[in-house]
């Protein structure tokens, strides 16, 4: 069965630098969410979309933005990145009217 | 207090024997609750989902919700080493307009041959 995909799946990025991820949903799931987590935490949710448009937002940082696209994929922009941004992104998608999410394989973003 | 409360643990059992992981959530009001399976380094795996009370099976897994008490479990039965990794319970908080989940913060299960 399809899963999410993500890219890239490993990215190294200096301070200050801007940075994108990429989230591909499981085909027929039209909910995306994006969370972030840091080493020895669990997941906090960033944002999510339904039908390509905004419907939560999290603990983000204004720095970060997101879309979702005609074809449902999502993009995370990030600027002016910190060292504390270091973290694993992953990716979620859900189909409509259901709770369960089921993640991507993730984005190791390393800001040195 | 944290929304969602689980024992970080290590919790460590012997290969066969039954692993018992609980949680705890603050809003009354959830209706949905989920428990993810997360390997170091690796995604969360969805590996069981529960909305009403009572026990729910699936294979070696059963969930079990007790909402007057808000108190979710998930016992692992015949447990094996591979089933060591971190498990992660989510709920989907009654007082978040969408569906955001709002996770615990993991306990880690060793499973010792």
């Known amino acids: 069965a399809a899963g999410v995909i993500q890219s890239p799946r490993h990215l190294i990025k200096e301070k200050r630098e801007t940075a994108t991820l990429k989230c591909y949903p499981i085909?027929?799931?039209?909910?995306v969410y994006w969370y972030q987590q840091g080493p020895g935490q669990d997941p906090q949710f960033l944002i999510s979309?339904?039908?390509?448009?905004?419907?939560d937002k999290g603990s983000i940082p204004d720095r970060f933005s997101a879309q979702q696209f005609s074809d449902y994929h999502s993009e995370l922009n990030m600027s002016s990145l910190e060292l504390g941004d270091s973290a694993l992104y992953f990716c979620?998608?859900?189909?409509?009217?259901?709770?369960?999410?089921?993640f991507g394989p993730g984005t190791r973003l390393t800001v040195l | 207090q944290k929304e969602v409360e689980q024992n970080s643990g290590p919790l460590s059992v012997p290969e066969g024997a039954i692993a018992s992981l609980n949680c705890t959530y603050s809003?009354?009001?959830?209706?949905?609750f989920f428990w993810y399976r997360q390997y170091s380094g690796k995604s969360p795996e969805l590996i069981m989902f529960?909305?009403?009370?009572g026990d729910k099976e699936d294979g070696r897994f059963t969930a079990q919700l007790n909402k007057a008490s808000q108190y979710v479990s998930l016992l692992i039965r015949d447990s094996q080493p591979s089933d060591s990794a971190t498990y992660l319970c989510?709920?989907?908080?009654?007082?978040?307009?969408?569906?955001?989940?709002?996770f615990g913060g993991g306990t880690r299960l060793m499973v010792k041959p």
């Open positions: 809003d009354r009001g959830s209706q949905s």
């Open positions: 979309f339904y039908e390509k448009m905004q419907s």
């Open positions: 989510a709920v989907h908080l009654y007082n978040n307009a969408g569906n955001m989940l709002t």
């Open positions: 085909p027929r799931h039209d909910t």
């Open positions: 529960i909305y009403s009370n």
């Open positions: 979620a998608s859900s189909p409509s009217f259901s709770n369960e999410q089921f």
